[in-house]
């Protein structure tokens, strides 16, 4: 039998192999998360902007001859 022949009885053989898919569903897995982490990234951008938009508009409504709290204001029927 010639040395470079792969016997599938080699335990050496199916441990390789093992670790060949183990490697290929880690690969895939990681592509899977990274693409969820980016995801969430962008996410967490756009949460961040809107924030920054709603800090803006309340201290735009704080600003002096605007009501300072929803008490303060009255409601549609007066």
């Known amino acids: 039998m010639p040395a470079d022949a792969h016997d599938p009885a080699d335990p050496i053989d199916a441990r390789l192999t093992d670790l060949e898919i183990k490697l290929s569903f880690t690969e895939d897995l990681v592509e899977h998360l990274n693409a969820t982490v980016a995801r969430q990234q962008q996410t967490l951008d756009a949460l961040h902007h809107e924030l920054r938009l709603l800090r803006q508009q309340l201290q735009a409504q704080d600003s002096p001859g605007g009501p300072r709290s929803l008490r303060?204001?009255?409601?549609p029927h007066y």
């Open 72 to 75: 303060d204001e009255l409601p």
